[in-house]
């Protein structure tokens, strides 16, 4: 009887053990209460009804007072888990955890590796074993280490590739995760740094536009660095803020990288879908293995959505006039005009579509104030009526880069900007021009078997995100991981 009794406490300790705060109680009164209670918990053990009772009872009584004093000598350790607020210090972190000894809050306060796990790590899981007596057994967090300083001379270029694809995070892109755990020890606290590995998962969501698109965004889980990527994937076709409707829906496929299981920062989309008014707009992503300099989004039928030139000199402004034949109010007959007319205020930034060279930077007749600007491969775009010249002849400038200021000089019939693009002299339309995409990123035919194979299982996530629409507004869904980089 007495071994199966300490069986039984050994068992009942275990249980407390792993769910200290649920076991205590119930323990405590089996030990306070009956023999029979105590024996009910115990695994393996014969019915009592075949035993014989009173025996038990005597028995029980005896060695569970014992038992209570054992536990009661040993200090019980709890353990819990907690996240960094923003408004956290170590302090209330600590705890939070349940520690209360003045020491140990005083020195892990003033500790370089504490206080950046609590205070540069919002949202991150900290978790400890602290001991009856609010002494800190041990604690655990992961910390997203700067990776170490480059040198100037090979530090990454900053100039964004004209269409921004690259994934983009809160935390630093090649941050190193380590996990670290604290211990106590003679002299105050041993530190280890264990290596963490980030892993890729694949995620889904969709949702439908009812409010604003962050609100949507928002009920779909859809982290806002991803609403960002997709703004920039979609830029020459739509404005996501702009021109959202009510009933207009999104479905996308993106990464998230995760350390232990935990999302620590979002990575690329791999795909998406917009509806808006009934049609559709898609990207999906593609790597080409023969050709890594074609990894770009592309339309489901293979085209590189990798454009040449931003889609408007004057992003967000009103077209007033395009390109095509039309009754000039200046001359007074028709004519073709030669540009793109945006409505604009006289002093609007005006921006170059694409890398160049400045040619012009002056006056010329008709056109009031001007900048030429020449971008390799034969393409010249003009920008006219300008109020101010930001730029000077022979200047190079960046695409997105502010050239000059909007005005009314020159024939003008009222504030705006006229934007010409030439294709090796010949007068070309500006809007056409920002679909273009050069031969050379065009998907080779060797590609595009493996094109299909890549991008098939993605399609068929994006579609099933967008069919269940609405209903996976609210859920993040998890997918298995279908494509390294
Ligand atoms: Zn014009």
New binding site residues.
């Given amino acids: 009887m007495r071994a199966e009794l300490a069986q039984s406490s050994r068992a009942a300790r275990d249980v407390l053990q792993a769910h200290p705060r649920r076991v205590a109680l119930a323990v405590g009164l089996a030990l306070m209460g009956s023999g029979i209670a105590a024996y009910a918990i115990a695994p393996g053990t014969p019915d009592p009804a075949l035993s014989p009772q009173t025996t038990l009872t005597i028995a029980l009584q005896t060695d569970a007072a014992s038992q209570a004093q054992a536990l009661d000598d040993q200090p019980v350790v709890l353990y819990r888990t907690t996240q960094a607020n923003r408004s956290d210090t170590v302090q209330t972190l600590l705890k939070r955890l349940g520690v209360t000894d003045p020491a140990t809050l005083r020195q892990l306060s003033a500790d370089s590796q504490m206080r950046s796990l609590v205070l540069s790590n919002t949202g991150a899981e900290i978790s400890a074993q602290v001991d009856s007596a609010g002494q800190l057994r041990q604690l655990q967090g992961n910390l997203a280490l700067a990776p170490p300083q480059r040198t100037a001379a090979d530090a990454p270029s900053t100039k964004a590739s004209p269409k921004g694809v690259q994934a983009d995070s809160a935390a630093p892109a090649d941050a190193v995760w380590q996990r670290l755990t604290l211990l106590p020890s003679a002299d105050g606290w041993s530190k280890t740094l264990t290596p963490l590995a980030l892993r890729t998962q694949t995620r889904v969501a969709a949702g439908e536009i009812r409010g604003t698109l962050a609100s949507a965004a928002q009920s779909a889980d859809l982290p806002s660095t991803v609403m960002a990527q997709l703004g920039r994937i979609f830029a020459d076709r739509l404005n996501l803020k702009r021109d959202l409707r009510r009933g207009d829906r999104f479905a996308v496929v993106y990464e998230m990288l995760t350390v232990d299981g935990r999302p620590v920062r979002t990575g690329r989309v791999l795909a998406a879908e917009i509806t808006s008014r009934g049609k559709s707009v898609q990207a999906l992503w593609f790597a080409p293995r023969g050709a890594p300099g074609l990894a770009s989004y592309y339309t489901p039928q293979g085209h590189s959505l990798n454009r040449v030139f931003l889609p408007s000199p004057m992003p967000g402004a009103k077209i007033t006039?395009r390109f095509g034949m039309r009754f000039d109010p200046v001359v007074k007959r028709m004519q073709l005009?030669?540009?793109?007319?945006f409505q604009a205020a006289v002093g609007t930034p005006v921006r170059t579509v694409a890398d160049g060279r400045v040619v012009k930077a002056g006056q010329e007749t008709g056109y009031g104030n001007i900048v030429k600007i020449d971008h390799p491969g034969g393409f010249e775009t003009v920008y006219?009526h300008l109020s101010k010249l930001d730029v000077h002849a022979g200047q190079q400038v960046t695409a997105g880069q502010i050239i000059a200021k909007s005005g009314n000089t020159g024939w003008s019939t009222g504030a705006?900007l006229?934007?010409e693009f030439q294709v090796k002299g010949q007068v070309v339309d500006p809007l056409k021009m920002a679909q273009y995409v050069p031969p050379s990123q065009a998907l080779p035919s060797g590609e595009r078997a493996s094109f299909m194979a890549a991008t098939a299982l993605l399609s068929t996530q994006l579609a099933q995100a967008a069919g269940s629409g609405s209903r996976l507004a609210s859920a993040t869904k998890l997918v298995p991981s279908t494509q390294a980089d």
């Fill in positions: 006039s005009h030669e540009g793109v007319d006219a705006h006229h934007f």
